[in-house]
């Protein structure tokens, strides 16, 4: 059944549509790039976890050929998309219990989350939403048109006519309006992907023209949008909706696999501005900065927590721009940091602080790692640096009313994005500080919700924490029990001047509750000053009753001393951070313990400042 070198897929053309099926390089012992190599390994573990996590037992229906999610606690609705992971690496590593794996697989999906219109739905009984149906049609499409030879012939027929019908699904079901835009986008892909393979012109047809429709989507800098509920899609400041992990981690590989397949060199053009635009976003360590996004509820800092990954798109597009081989590396070397015990957790210090992961990142992500695999013979590798490590000052994009500061040892993140999703006190806005990263540490201030709330219940995981911590650092005030933040505020104001070595930021806001109701005497003035070697923070409140929060990224390992009332530092590997304050640095936990925060799964110091008038000093030096 298995053999150590396929032959490259058969270049496939019917009728006048000139698409060509992609091709598959031969399997090569040792990768000459990190990208591959690391891809592969890392592959390899997450496929041995979800081999071990899948239920191989007969007897118990509903669960068998289920994979079990160790956090939650549940066999996850959608983990039928690695049937295509899991044929790679029966063929790579040439054992018959990787396709056992697979097969049970898809007969779980069929007898549990199947449905009669040829769709398969988000959660056994938790969710009945079926544009999910595109990434589980997409991954068989793919696990056939790759590995058809590892089946036998009636399971291989089986699948095909599954797959007939639910391309029927998403030809009679799937327009630009399906969803928020991630959802057609991946379905051009996959109706062009599945019309080649089955020969069904119409599917083609249908594909091409939601891709048509999405060109659309894309704002003047070459970011997309869409990704937000309810429609219109401008805000009061003229912002659209727009997610940064779902765009890098779902529509623009989809778009890529798209363009690459029907050879459209035009939108391969347009596609190459939409990733440098988007690539502004990533931090210098491989971490996407998603603290202002509509959906960053699942922001996790190496990404989103339930799409596929930015690997396809950075890395098959690699030729385009040197800067996009770095980009696919520098994510994936984050995922190899972020995995655990053979399981990708979501974020950084989630083994810190105890949390278990969720099958659904290794899930999602084997599958941008196989396709990066599959095409490893062709991408380009390239040293370039990413746009954040240059040192450029500030760059503006009014499209989210967000902007990017590059200044020394410094990356900062300022955003008055006033587009908000389906609830109220989700991302930060207010003209927030919503990231503060250094190049000696990494992150130091993030933000997160304003609100940890479980907006797809299924997708997300529970915070038990009795004393769960806003990360982002701004004014509240607690009035009997409503809570008041300017990080609320929709209607901030935000300038910024650059001078010789400064760069100083000045921002207007109000204290709201997330209806945007005032407290009394609401007003608040925040100023952030980048220096080479200190961040300031100088901030006013009007009402008296208001407190300054400051949590500070660090792990429960890295010690903390509060060496007077108004000065702490945080020993961390290499370098020494300080904080000075004008006022007295409270901590809202011992300095020992630390709160944890899943968007974007990192521990944090939670500082306090008891005063509506603060002055805050950071800075970095090494170890003495």
Not at 261 to 285: G, I
Not at 485 to 505: C, P, W
């Amino acid at each position: 059944m298995f053999t150590s070198r396929r032959e490259f897929l058969k270049i496939t053309t019917f009728g006048s549509t000139g698409l060509l099926l992609p091709p598959i390089s031969a399997w090569a012992g040792v990768y000459k790039d990190e990208l591959a190599t690391l891809s592969e390994q890392l592959l390899q573990q997450w496929g041995e976890s979800l081999l071990a996590l899948q239920v191989n037992q007969p007897q118990a229906k509903g669960l068998h050929g289920g994979i079990l999610c160790p956090a939650c606690a549940t066999i996850h609705g959608r983990c039928g998309d690695a049937i295509f992971p899991l044929l790679y690496l029966a063929s790579k590593r040439k054992e018959q219990q990787y396709v056992d794996a697979a097969i049970r697989l898809y007969n779980w999906m069929e007898h549990m989350v199947s449905t009669p219109d040829g769709a398969w739905v988000n959660e056994v009984n938790v969710s009945d939403w079926k544009g999910i149906t595109v990434f589980g049609a997409t991954s068989l499409a793919e696990a056939l048109i790759h590995f058809e030879h590892l089946l036998d012939k009636p399971t291989a027929q089986q699948w095909k006519n599954r797959l007939q019908k639910a391309g029927d699904y998403l030809y009679k079901n799937f327009t630009v309006n399906t969803g928020n835009i991630n959802y057609p986008i991946a379905g051009s892909y996959a109706l062009c992907l599945i019309g080649t393979y089955l020969q069904q012109p119409h599917f083609i047809t249908k594909g091409k023209s939601l891709a048509k429709d999405c060109l659309a989507y894309f704002t003047a800098n070459g970011l997309i949008y869409g990704e937000g509920k309810p429609v219109p899609e401008k805000s009061g400041k003229g912002c659209y909706s727009v997610d940064l992990g779902y765009n890098v981690e779902e529509s623009l590989p989809s778009f890529v696999l798209y363009a690459k397949l029907v050879n459209d060199t035009a939108l391969l053009d347009q596609l190459t501005r939409s990733l440098k635009a988007h690539l502004e976003f990533m931090l210098p360590d491989g971490a996407w900065d998603n603290s202002w996004g509509t959906r960053n509820f699942k922001w996790t800092y190496w990404g989103s927590r339930t799409s596929d990954g930015c690997q396809p798109a950075y890395a098959l597009m690699a030729g385009s721009d040197p800067a996009f081989y770095k980009a696919a590396l520098q994510n994936t070397r984050l995922l190899a940091q972020c995995t655990h015990n053979k399981l990708l957790h979501g974020g950084p210090h989630y083994v810190q602080h105890g949390v278990l992961p969720c099958v659904s990142h290794s899930l999602a992500h084997s599958k941008a790692l196989t396709t990066v695999l599959i095409q490893a013979s062709s991408i380009k590798s390239s040293t370039a640096p990413l746009p954040r490590e240059r040192i450029y000052g500030v760059k503006s994009f009014p499209e989210i009313n967000t902007w990017l500061i590059s200044t020394h040892k410094w990356r900062g993140t300022i955003t008055g994005y006033d587009q908000e999703y389906s609830m109220k006190g989700g991302h930060a806005s207010g003209g927030a500080l919503s990231m503060l990263w250094h190049e000696d540490t990494g992150p130091l201030l993030v933000a997160s919700m304003n609100r940890y709330q479980m907006v797809e219940s299924f997708n997300m995981q529970r915070d038990n924490d009795p004393l769960p911590a806003c990360f982002t650092p701004g004014f509240t005030i607690m009035a009997g029990e409503q809570l008041y933040r300017h990080t609320n505020d929709l209607k901030a104001a935000v300038e910024y001047h650059e001078s010789t070595g400064q760069i100083t930021f000045n921002t207007r806001s109000l204290l709201v509750d997330e209806n945007q109701l005032p407290a009394a005497s609401p007003e608040c003035t925040i100023s952030y000053l980048f220096e080479k070697d200190v961040f300031h923070i100088h901030a006013t409140a009007k009402n008296e009753k208001a407190v300054y929060s400051l949590p500070v990224i660090s792990t429960h390992d890295e010690p903390v001393t509060l060496l007077s009332e108004n000065k702490l530092e945080i020993r961390k590997a290499g370098s020494i951070v300080e904080i000075t304050a004008s006022a007295p640095i409270k901590t809202t936990r011992a300095l020992t313990d630390r709160a944890f925060n899943f968007v974007p799964g990192l521990e944090a110091v939670p500082l306090l400042f008891e005063t509506n008038n603060i002055d805050i000093k950071i800075s970095v030096r090494p170890h003495t």
